[in-house]
């Protein structure tokens, strides 16, 4: 922490600041905060009382971290063998309180979050784990290592993801639910196990998303979920019948990579 910014900055005289960490501009660091040795944190950000900021940690601009949080400390992962690893949080994210984000388990490795996210209070991201920009997480909600969760998803409260398990761009899960297999872009999944119950039309719209491109979008879900066609088929068949949008390109790419499979239809499991 150089001179320049020691003035800048405000550290609360009980915080323990490792003289090493490399704090930006206009940062607050409040009561018994820790910053450990290899932290940088942007300009902008507050990190609020009994914080904790360890292992190899980069925190973006104008992000509050809230009590109790702790970043970067080592995975949970009994491969773990003390190697270097990361955790890069982007701008203006928000992290509530006792969220804990473990950095990437294996040499060189790393955990990412983008920007303008939102990490309700008691949230778990694992380590190895690649949070896009616009998410939320609800109370609770917990992911596992190596899980993927792309851009403006919604993950509701006391939510679980098992390893591995991808979640599609602008899809929304409700609270409480058990995601075992990849959430296909743009869908709305809930139960436990989760199922697909329809699109997230409201998602959609705040995202931006033409009235054209979701309209192409239902063409390619009612292929995916009402025709009875194997994933395979599915493929096949939207790639012929449906025109093609930067959207619809997107999803083709998510199922052709879905190697847990894709959660299914609550329609489906009772027919």
């Given amino acids: 922490m150089n001179a320049e910014n020691k003035v800048i900055a405000y550290i609360h005289p009980t915080a323990v ?16 905060a820790v910053i450990d040795e290899h932290v940088e944190i942007g300009d902008g950000t507050k990190i609020m009382s009994h914080a904790m900021i360890t292992g190899w940690t980069g925190i973006g601009k104008d992000c509050i971290i809230y009590p109790g949080a702790v970043i970067g400390s080592e995975p949970q992962d009994l491969k773990f063998r003390g190697e270097r690893s990361y955790v890069f949080i982007g701008d203006r994210t928000t992290i509530r309180e006792c969220a804990t984000i ?26 190895n784990c690649l949070v896009g920009n616009n998410v939320i997480m609800a109370n609770s909600a917990m992911i596992a290592g190596h899980v993927v969760v792309e851009d403006r998803v919604v993950i509701g409260g006391i939510t679980g993801v098992h390893q591995f398990v991808r979640i599609g761009r602008n899809a929304m899960i409700g609270g409480a639910s058990k995601l075992v297999q990849d959430v296909v872009p743009y869908t709305i999944v ?26 192409k979008i239902k063409q390619a879900y009612k292929i995916l979920y009402r025709s009875g066609l194997s994933l395979t ?39």
């Fill in 102 to 127: 473990h950095r990437g388990c294996g040499a060189e490795s790393e955990t990412r979050i983008g920007n303008d996210c939102l990490l309700m209070a008691y949230t778990h991201v694992a380590h």
């Fill in 17 to 32: 600041v490792h003289k090493n960490a490399r704090i930006g501009k206009n940062v607050e660091i409040g009561p018994y």
């Fill in 190 to 215: 809930d139960g436990h196990p989760a199922k697909v119950s329809g699109l997230n039309n409201v998602g959609m719209s705040r995202a931006g998303i033409t009235i054209e491109s979701r309209r």
């Fill in 233 to 271: 088929q599915a493929i096949e068949e939207i790639e012929q019948e449906v025109e093609s949008s930067e959207e619809i390109e997107h999803m083709l790419r998510f199922l052709r990579n879905a190697e847990r499979g894709i959660c299914r239809s609550r329609r489906e499991n009772s027919d």
